[in-house]
Every structure is written in C-alpha cells, then in structure tokens.
C-alpha cells in the first residue's frame, strides 16, 4: 500500500506541478483511524496538526507539532515532515475489551510522534499527506499503538 501512494505522488511529480505556500488546510484523514484534520503554519518550517478521529468506538483529539523539510529531492511542491505531540481519548469499553484487552476505563491519554510526506498542488487548493503516528498510551496503562493515514485538505 505504502509503494502504490509512494508511486502515485511521484506521478503527480512527473506532470510538474508546483507546490503554494499555505497558512492552513482542513480536510479529512483516511486509514486505520478516519476523521479530520486542521493543519496551521506556525512559522519557518513549522507547524500545528490537529487531528479528530474516531477510535473504538469513541473519538481522539491529538495534536501534533511537525517541522517540515521542503523540497526534498530537489521539488519544491514535496515536503518529508516529523514531529511529535500529544493524544487523549474516549472510547467504549466494552468495545475495546472484546476486542483487544480488560480496559475498564474509557479515557486514554499519551505521547505521539509522526512522519510523513506531504504533496501541495499549485493549481488547486489540495494538499496530500502520507503518515504514521507512533503513539504511547500512558493512562490508563503504557500501551503501545500506531495509526497510518492518506489525509486530503483544502488550502487557503
């Protein structure tokens, strides 16, 4: 999966087009946590992601501070991006339980990282984002879980 969107990007590459600047986009976030995504430039080569998205059965809010490496492999329009946050959660328990542990509590609350890659288009306002998001749990109990995603947002 990871070489099919790796390949599509270097499609849109390979036409030309040009990356625009942006000061924010929103947008919705597919993968094995689906939900919304606000990104805002913070300065340089910085910036907020906040992201809302179901999990078990509830909703996570995590955010999300990334520093951006532009132009890698010499385009300007592609940018490699890593950084790191925080996450905290409701969820249905007694969904969870059944499926992966003896969680009583439906509240969780932990540390995040990301990587990703990130195509913005010059001719329309889209932006394409490709990421993981290693995550710890540390309430109720350290756990260890990950989320990748496609994310598609409209720039202004």
Known sequence: MKKAIITTLVVF????????D????IGFRGGVVQ??????????????DLIVATHYHGLNLTALYEIHSL???????????????????FYNSNYYRLHWGTYSNGFV??????IGVEYT?????INLSVDIVPSFNVVPEFWYWQRGALS???VF
């Open 13 to 20: 590459i390979g036409y030309g087009m040009m990356a625009q």
């Open 22 to 25: 942006y000061k924010a986009a």
């Open 35 to 48: 939900g919304l995504t606000f990104k805002a430039a913070v300065g340089g080569n910085t910036a907020f």
């Open 71 to 89: 132009n890698i492999f010499g385009v300007d329009n592609l940018a490699l991006f890593y950084g790191f946050g925080g996450h905290v959660g």
């Open 109 to 114: 609350f932990g540390v995040a990282g990301v």
């Open 121 to 125: 288009f010059d001719e329309i306002p």
């Open 152 to 154: 598609i947002r409209y």
